[in-house]
C-alpha cells in the first residue's frame, strides 16, 4: 500500500509539475516579446538566402483555432505568426536597395503534423509586397540568389497549400531587353471557373479586336472552346484555374507598353505537370498582342501553347519587340496557333496555320523560329489567294507619303522624285536568317489585267537577301526575276535578271477590239547591277542591259489612255493623230551606265514608217533626254511631222516638236509604252503582222542576252546597230516588198540571262 500511495503522489506530482511546466509555457508565448528574436530571425534568414534580411516591424505570435479542422483536432490550436515591414537586400550594384518589400507576413502552422515533422502551413497572406527585378548587360540578375547548402538532408517537410496578396508591385529593369516596366498584381477575388472558360471569352474579345482592325467579320469558330487547344494528343490534363489579375505600363526596347491579364496561382507555378494558365491583352506601342493558352512547367518554361492574336501598323515593328526581321507592311492583323519548346541549344517556336490581312490582302501560312547559332533561322510557306499590288508597296518604300508617317516613317518622299527613297533597313538584316516561300495565287494590279501564281523563295542569311526566283504568271506568260541584295557591306551590292515570255498582246489589252484579233506577243530580258541602300540610289548606280522585242499587233491612242501612259500618248497622237496603227515589229535595247539609261536600239515599224528613238534618261535626276525620229515609207499616203522630243522628270515630262533637226541628245526609253524605263524594264509596246526591212535585223540583234558588271563596275559600251541610222532607215525602207512577219514562236526563241 505504501508502494503505491508513494507512485500515486509520484504521478500526481508529475501531472502537476507537467500542468504548470504547460501553464508557464503559454504565459511565456503570450507574454513574451517576441521582438527580441528579431535579430536571431533575420541573422539566420540572412544566412540562408545570401542576402540581407530584416524584419523592422513587430513579430507576433498567437494562437487560433483551426477553422478547416472538425471532430477534437478543432479544439488544439494553432500558432499563428505575424511579421511586420520585412525587407529583403539587393546586391550591392543593383540600382534599388531592396529586391523586396512586405508590409506583413502572416500565416498559421498546423500544430499536429509536427509530430510527423511535417510543416503544414494551409495559407500563407502577403500584405503589399513588392518586388524589383533587375538585370545588367553583363547578365547578372538580383533574381538569382545563393542558397545555403546543407550537408544532410532535411528531415523536415514543407506543405504551403496557397499564397493570398493583396495590391503586389513588381518593378522589371532589363538591360538587355531594356524593358523599364511597372507591374500591379493581385489575386483575384475568386478564382476563375475554369481556364476554358476564360479562354473562350478572351479569344472572342481578341478576334474581335483583329477582325475591327483587318475589316473582316470575326469567325465564331476560331473563338469557341471545342477549338482550346492541347499540348498533346489525347485528353487534356487538368488546368487549374487563374488566380491572379496583373496590369503593366512602362517601356521596351524604347518603345511603350501596356496591358492586362490573367495566370494562374502561385503555387500553381511550381508544378510541373499541369498546364499553367495565361492570358494576356498587351499594346507595344502599335502593335496589339492577345494571347490565351497555357504555359508547361513554367517555374523552368519547358513550353507554351497558345492561342496569338497581332495587329498593327507594320509587320516591321515587331523587330523591337521579338528580334524578327519582317518587311514594311501595310496594317495588318493575324491569328493562330503558338507553340513552343525552350531548349539549352535555342528556343523553337511555331505559329501554325494562321490567318488574317495585310492592308486587302489575306495572308495564310505557318512560320517557324529556331533559336539556332550564330544567327537564328525563320523559315516556313505563306499563301495569298487573293494579294492587292499595292499592298506590296512598302516593302520597297513606295507607297504614299501618308502610309509612310503612318507606320512610323520619319523621311518623306520627295515630291519630285518618283523612285523611292526610302531606305533598307539593311542593319537588320544580319539579325536572322529566313528562309520562306511565298505563293500569290492572284494579285490585282488591274482587275483587266490580273497576275497569277506569283512565287518567289525568300532566302536571307548573314545579312545577303535573295529572291530566286520572283516569278508570276500575266498575259498568257510569264515573268521570272532573280535578285540579290547584298547589305552585308556599305552600300548595299544589287544584282537583278529578269526574263518575260509569251506576253499576249491580246490578253495584256483585253478591252482593246482592235488588239483581239493580234498574234502577237512580247518577250523580253534584263540584266543589272548597281549599288546604293534604296531604290533611287540603286537606279542611280545601276550598269547593265535591258532588251524587249513585240511581234504582231496593233497599237491606238485608246489604248494608250487605258493603260495610263501619259508621256507615250502625246508622242503617239504627234505622230499619228487619233488613228490606229498597225505595228509589224519593235525593238528595245537598253544600256545603263553609271544610272544613265541609253537608248542603243529602240525601232518600232510600221505598215506606213519606221519610228527610231535615242537619247537617255538620268536615273539619278530622272531627267529624260529623247529624240524621236519618224521616217516615211516611199510614196505610201502618210503625213508623219518633224521630229520629237521628250524632256523633262519622270514627274513633269514634257513632250514637243523638234523643228530645229536630229541633234537632241538622248537620255532614256520612253516609246509608245515606256514612262519609266527602270521600274518598268520591258517595255510593252504595241504590235502587228507586217515586218519589212528592220524586223529580222532587229529579231536577230535581239537573241543576244543582256548582260551585266558586278555590282559598283561601269558596263562596257556597244554601239548601235545599222539600221538605227537615219540613213538606213530611210533610204532602205521602200526598197523590195517586205520579207514574211516571224512567228510570234520564232520572236521568243533568243535566250536571255
Known sequence: MAQGRKIGKIVAWFFAILALLIAVIVVVFLTFDWNRARPWVDDKVSQAIGRQFHITGDLKLGWARPPSETGWKRWVPWPRFTA????VANPDWAKQPYFATLDEIEFQVALLPLLAHDIV???????NPSIDLERLK???????????QSTEPSTWNLKLHDVAFAKGAIAVSDEITKADMQAVVDTLGQPVASAEAASEASAASAASAAAAASGAPANPASTSAGNSITTKNGPKPPVPPYGIGWTVKGTYNKTAVSGEGKVGGVLAIQDAERPFPVQADVRIGDTHIALVGTVTDPAHLAALDLRLWLQGVSMAHLYPITGVTLPETPPYATEGRLVGQFKKEGNVFKYENFTGRVGGSDINGSLVYAGRQPRPLLSGELVSHLLQFSDLAPIIGADSNASKAKRG?????????????EEFKTDRWKAIDTDVKFTGRRIIKDPDLPITDLY???VMKDGVLSLEPLKFGVAGGSLASNIHLDGSTTPLKGRVSTEARHLKLKQLFPNVKTMQS?????NGDAALSATGNSPATLAATSNGEVKALITDGTVSRLYMEAAGLNVANV???KLFGKRDVKINCAAADFVATNGVLESRVFALDTDDAVINMDGNVDLKTEEMDLAIHPHTKGFRVFSLRSPLYVKGTFKDPHVGVNAGALAVRGAAAVGLGLINPFAALIPLIAPSNNKPLPCQQMLADMRNAPSAPAAGQQQKAKAAPAYMSSDAAGASAPKAPAPASPSPASAAQYKGS
Do not use: C, M
Not at 511586420?84 to 525587407?87: E, H
Not at 493580234?518 to 512580247?522: N, T
Open 138 to 148: 553583363d547578365n547578372r540578375n538580383n533574381w538569382t540568389f545563393k542558397f545555403q
Open 518 to 522: 493580234a498574234l502577237g506577243e512580247v
Open 409 to 421: 516613317e520619319e523621311k518623306k518622299q520627295p515630291s519630285a522624285k518618283a523612285l523611292p527613297t
Open 571 to 573: 508622242v503617239y497622237e
Open 84 to 87: 511586420q515591414k520585412i525587407t
Open 456 to 458: 518567289t523563295h525568300v
Open 121 to 127: 502551413i494551409p495559407t500563407i497572406n502577403l500584405v
